[in-house]
């Protein structure tokens, strides 16, 4: 776990606002992640799970109980320029209807590159892994790479789901198949008509460089997108400072969250953020949360 390197400060009051459970490619159901939320003191925490929404009812009935405040929130995959990004909506209704379908066409398009993945790996003499990957997928609507590389490590192809990811299912790698996911219109379309906050998960991880990093975030301005994440699990201190400066620059709302998959297989355990830097403005900013307690003064 990174949090051994990283001097890491609990955000005060301790938000998270990206984390996964099994209704996407989590690994604890919506309720044992809040139970574990509880225990590590999170007092306001985003579900988002990739493309579905099917988890919020629990999360919500289960936050009620541990008295956490629960942003429904979802993490939508878009093409953009020939690249997969992941954004946010944060504060959405799930029952908003084109949302909805939206997510349902998105988890549509994952079975047939679920199936093109396992056809990949089948003339890589790797078999039954979309029996596999549906397997470890259970219950969830939807099949994702993390479930075939769970598979894969199970199978013993690379000693964890981490290493998984350095042998197959990324571009030039066994297992590789390229995606067309929705517009990054669309998706912020959704999540506004939905009521929600439109925020551009873990921006560092994209590798764009400045001209194209510069032209996602005036497009994302255009749109009318809220957020980018700041502080996530993805970004080192100095991208973290580096995405500070450009949310500041760009009058974005900075967002952080842990990205949490679950024990083992997140970096930062749920709510073991570092704080958000001193010059942004957080996107909580004007939410009306009731138990968001006091900043405490650092001395
Ligand atoms: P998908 O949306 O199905 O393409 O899968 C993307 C998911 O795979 C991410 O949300 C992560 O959970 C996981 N993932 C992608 N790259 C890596 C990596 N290098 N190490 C661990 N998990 C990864
Ligand atoms: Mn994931
Ligand atoms: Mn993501
Ligand atoms: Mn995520």
């Known amino acids: 776990m990174m949090e051994n390197h990283v001097i890491t400060q609990p955000s005060m009051p301790n938000i998270d606002l990206h984390s996964h459970s099994t209704i996407s ?11 574990h939320a509880a225990t590590r003191g999170v007092t306001v925490l985003a579900l988002t799970d990739h493309d579905d929404v099917a988890g919020l009812n ?10 956490i405040t629960l942003i429904p ?10 690249r997969t990004l992941h954004i946010l909506g944060l504060g959405i209704d799930p029952e908003y209807p ?3 379908e939206g997510l349902q066409k998105i988890r549509d398009g994952r079975m047939d590159r679920a199936r093109a993945i396992a056809a990949q790996l089948d003339k890589f003499g790797i078999h039954g892994s979309f029996e596999g990957a549906s397997a470890q997928a259970g219950e969830s609507r939807l ?5 075939f590389a769970r598979f894969l490590a199970d199978r013993g192809y690379a000693k964890d789901v981490k290493s998984v990811f350095k042998k197959y ?13 929705v517009s990054l219109d669309e998706a912020i379309g959704w999540i506004r008509g939905s009521g929600g906050q439109a925020v551009i998960a873990h921006p560092a991880r994209y590798k764009l460089g400045n001209s194209l990093l510069e032209q996602l975030l005036n497009e994302f301005c255009e749109l009318k997108g809220a957020g980018i994440e700041v502080v996530s699990s993805s970004h080192t201190p ?3 400072r580096q995405f500070a400066g450009l949310a500041t620059r760009m009058n974005l709302y900075a967002s952080c969250g842990s990205d949490y998959h679950g024990p083992g297989e997140s970096y ?4 073991r953020l570092p704080a958000l830097p001193p010059e942004c403005t957080p996107i909580w900013d004007g939410w009306q949360i009731q138990n968001i307690p006091e900043p405490v003064q650092q001395s």
């Not at 490619?25 to 139970?35: F, H």
């Open 98 to 100: 084109p949302l909805v």
């Open 238 to 240: 100095e991208q973290m």
């Open 143 to 147: 099949i994702g790479r993390t479930h």
């Open 169 to 181: 299912l990324v571009k030039g790698k066994p297992g590789h198949v390229s995606h067309i996911w």
């Open 25 to 35: 490619d989590g690994v604890l159901s919506p309720s044992r992640l809040l139970a």
């Open 58 to 67: 629990e999360a919500t009935r289960s936050a009620q109980q541990e008295n």
């Open 268 to 271: 930062f355990d749920l709510g």
């Open 73 to 82: 929130g979802v993490e939508i995959s878009v093409t953009w320029h020939g």
